[in-house]
């Protein structure tokens, strides 16, 4: 069946016609490609993979990652916000959606209004992991190394804006001291450089960091939410560490370029909804420290009303910080 282009729809509405039904089959009818704005092996490589295979068997075609990372995830983001809105060019990112517009004053895009959502997908905490050797076992020692050696100590993010920089700039804030940033195209090479003990400290999802704080290969001190996590039931909280305002937990949403048809949008949605009930999906979710958001936020809908909130939330944040990326 052809595929109904934006056109076709605008063309059967001015000529008084219901639009077409996009009914069963009629999209997609080829492979979807999802742009992950950070490099493979990562938190967000590692969400997107997950969702989009699940998604993919109820879409009944492939959905391809695509890892474009660079620029604190603007990079990606760009790509999509300027590619064709036909459904076959998707975005999945994170907090960084939020904190761009205000973080980055020149873009080559419209980082507000550039993009269709289609709904939530997850929220996941933050941990602060560090090199096996770091000489700290719990999140107070951590500290006072922090507050001892600062710029000595080379701390790993993964560009501006990014989850890794905003938590860092969280607990930098916290401890009073500055560390030495290192930025990498993600936390997945940022990750293989805390394992060979070439940067000495990181804070990522716990989608990153859960399989090698439990083989012992990295040391984590604390997890950055309310609550612990059920798959690292030993990590204490901030709070319990002594550092009750480092907390932030790292959302995820799914999005199309500005333009794609709103039965594209739901159809896309549905099989997100879908995807998030997926037994494997949930059960791989849960292993990593996370879960997948309620059906009712994955929509196209509650994702923009949570964004657009999102981005007001962290501009006076930033502006105050005067952090800015140009
Ligand atoms: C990634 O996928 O590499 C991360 O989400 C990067 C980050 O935001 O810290």
């Given at each position: 069946m052809p595929q109904i282009t934006r056109r076709a729809l605008m063309a059967a509405g001015a000529a008084g016609l219901a639009a077409p039904a996009l009914g069963q089959?009629?999209?997609?009818?080829r492979t979807i490609n999802v742009i992950v704005p950070f490099a493979a092996g990562g938190p967000t490589d590692t969400v997107t993979r997950l969702t989009a295979e699940a998604m993919g068997r109820d879409l009944g075609q492939t959905v391809v990652v695509e890892n474009v990372g660079g620029a604190g995830g603007t990079l990606g983001a760009a790509r999509v916000a300027q590619a064709?809105?036909?459904?076959y060019t998707l975005l999945l990112h994170h907090i960084g959606m939020a904190t761009a517009p205000t973080l980055y004053?020149?873009?080559?895009?419209?980082?507000?209004?550039?993009f269709e959502t289609i709904g939530l997908v997850t929220e996941v905490p933050m941990t602060l992991v560090a090199k096996k050797?770091?000489?700290?076992?719990?999140l107070a020692e951590a500290v006072a190394v922090i507050k001892r050696e600062g710029d000595k100590l080379n701390y790993a993010n993964a560009g501006i804006g990014a989850a890794s920089h905003l938590c860092g700039l969280l607990l930098m804030k916290a401890v009073g001291t500055a560390m030495t940033t290192v930025p990498f195209r993600g936390t997945g090479p940022a990750i293989q450089e805390l394992l060979s003990g070439r940067v000495d400290l990181m804070c990522d999802q716990t989608t990153n960091t859960t399989e090698q704080i439990r083989s012992g290969d990295i040391k984590a001190f604390n997890v950055t939410t309310a609550e612990r996590v059920q798959s690292l039931p030993n990590l204490p909280t901030s709070k319990e560490g002594g550092?009750?305002?480092?907390e932030v937990s790292v959302w995820h949403g799914l999005y199309a370029p500005k333009g794609t048809p709103a039965e594209i949008q739901q159809r896309l949605s549905r099989a997100l909804q879908t995807a998030l009930r997926d037994e494997k999906l949930v059960a791989r979710f849960a292993d990593l420290g996370t879960a997948p958001v309620a059906q009712d936020r994955a929509t196209p809908e509650a994702h923009r009303r949570f964004w657009q909130a999102d981005i007001a939330k962290w501009k006076p944040i930033i502006q105050a910080a005067g952090q800015f990326a140009d």
């Amino acid at each position: 069946m052809p595929q109904i282009t934006r056109r076709a729809l605008m063309a059967a509405g001015a000529a008084g016609l219901a639009a077409p039904a996009l009914g069963q089959g009629a999209f997609p009818t080829r492979t979807i490609n999802v742009i992950v704005p950070f490099a493979a092996g990562g938190p967000t490589d590692t969400v997107t993979r997950l969702t989009a295979e699940a998604m993919g068997r109820d879409l009944g075609q492939t959905v391809v990652v695509e890892n474009v990372g660079g620029a604190g995830g603007t990079l990606g983001a760009a790509r999509v916000a300027q590619a064709r809105p036909d459904g076959y060019t998707l975005l999945l990112h994170h907090i960084g959606m939020a904190t761009a517009p205000t973080l980055y004053r020149r873009l080559p895009y419209d980082a507000v209004n550039g993009f269709e959502t289609i709904g939530l997908v997850t929220e996941v905490p933050m941990t602060l992991v560090a090199k096996k050797d770091f000489p700290a076992t719990s999140l107070a020692e951590a500290v006072a190394v922090i507050k001892r050696e600062g710029d000595k100590l080379n701390y790993a993010n993964a560009g501006i804006g990014a989850a890794s920089h905003l938590c860092g700039l969280l607990l930098m804030k916290a401890v009073g001291t500055a560390m030495t940033t290192v930025p990498f195209r993600g936390t997945g090479p940022a990750i293989q450089e805390l394992l060979s003990g070439r940067v000495d400290l990181m804070c990522d999802q716990t989608t990153n960091t859960t399989e090698q704080i439990r083989s012992g290969d990295i040391k984590a001190f604390n997890v950055t939410t309310a609550e612990r996590v059920q798959s690292l039931p030993n990590l204490p909280t901030s709070k319990e560490g002594g550092l009750p305002e480092f907390e932030v937990s790292v959302w995820h949403g799914l999005y199309a370029p500005k333009g794609t048809p709103a039965e594209i949008q739901q159809r896309l949605s549905r099989a997100l909804q879908t995807a998030l009930r997926d037994e494997k999906l949930v059960a791989r979710f849960a292993d990593l420290g996370t879960a997948p958001v309620a059906q009712d936020r994955a929509t196209p809908e509650a994702h923009r009303r949570f964004w657009q909130a999102d981005i007001a939330k962290w501009k006076p944040i930033i502006q105050a910080a005067g952090q800015f990326a140009d």
